[in-house]
């Protein structure tokens, strides 16, 4: 696997209101954000509602994006289960559809593992699949943090090629990132610090905004290795809005009502995810429109 780098979507799952999957929906988000620059494409995240797809949706998500994507950009893909059992059977079933680069694996949520038991869980995943696994950090919503020096030990693991931070701390990120082995990549997860984590060296974000402006989001990373500061500056800030209004409905509602608007339709999340205040719909269509005149 070539080293994951630049903006790459934590694309949402496409869904009809009783959760099924919107086929001809996934391919329109792909070519949406492949077409503005995108460097990678992540499904099966948060953001793609992993939790509520079941097996046969899960593999057919997969398939229909290596297919699609046929090689534009990488394609990367999560198998963030609860239990060590069920990301082994995730990540097989990703490496049997094949085109896949890499996984990502999120730390066990509901239940709270320690230090060591979480070491053990991502060296059993990373021992059992042939794809590279980079390790997913994301405290805020799993109520459970790789600490620092357990990145640092996973890092040395054959098979764990980097981490996803979205721990939303730039101390701790700069840490891992002065510490870290060579070769070991770092990708922020939280979309208003792309900026300064490349800065602090970091090669990327996985972003849940680059969905709905995946042009934004691309154009940070590419002013930034342009070395057009001020104007990665100008795009990052920019973004901030549409990160903000993210959080104000409940998750990833935003997201595909901002696709809507850009013109993509998404389709609905599951239930009982539906509600989106009025007020928030008309600010959420002002900020697409400013960030698609960027």
């Known amino acids: 696997m070539s080293s994951p780098h630049g903006i790459i979507p934590a694309l949402v799952t496409p869904l009809t209101e009783s959760g099924d999957l919107l086929e001809d929906g996934l391919r329109d988000v792909l070519d949406f954000t492949i077409d503005r620059g995108v460097h990678g494409i992540f499904v099966l995240g ?16 997969v398939e229909i994006t290596v297919e699609h994507v046929a090689g534009r950009v990488p394609v990367y893909a999560g198998a963030s289960e609860i239990t ?16 896949v680069a890499g996984l990502s694996v999120l730390t066990p949520y509901f239940m709270t ?31 459970v943090e790789l600490s620092v020096e ?5 890092a040395e693991v054959d098979g764990v090629v980097g981490l996803k931070d979205s721990a939303g701390d ?29 800065e602090a060296g970091a090669e990327g974000a996985i972003a849940s905004t680059a969905n709905v402006a995946p042009q934004v989001v691309s154009g940070i990373y590419e002013a930034y290795r342009a070395g057009d500061l001020t104007r990665a500056r100008e ?23 901002g696709l809507r608007i850009a013109g993509i339709d998404a389709g609905s999340c599951f239930a009982p995810a539906r509600e989106i205040d009025p007020r928030l719909r008309t600010e959420l269509t002002s900020v697409v429109e400013s960030l698609a005149a960027l």
């Open 113 to 143: 593992p320690t230090q060591g038991e979480l070491v053990t869980h991502f060296r059993e995943i990373a021992g059992g699949t042939d794809l590279p696994v980079l390790l997913y950090n994301n405290p805020g919503r799993t109520h």
């Open 235 to 257: 795009l990052q800030e920019a973004l901030t809005s549409l990160r903000d209004l993210v959080g104000r409905a409940t998750f990833p509602l935003v997201l595909k009502e």
């Open 150 to 154: 357990t990145v640092l030990e996973l």
């Open 84 to 99: 060590t059992r069920d990301c082994l059977r995730t990540a097989r079933m990703i490496e049997e559809v094949g085109g």
């Open 46 to 61: 948060s953001s793609g509602e992993i939790y509520g797809l079941d097996e046969d949706q899960k593999r057919r998500v």
């Open 170 to 198: 730039l101390e701790r990120l700069r840490t891992i990132l002065d510490a870290r082995p060579a070769g070991f990549t770092v990708l922020v997860g939280l979309d208003t610090h792309i900026l300064p984590a490349l």
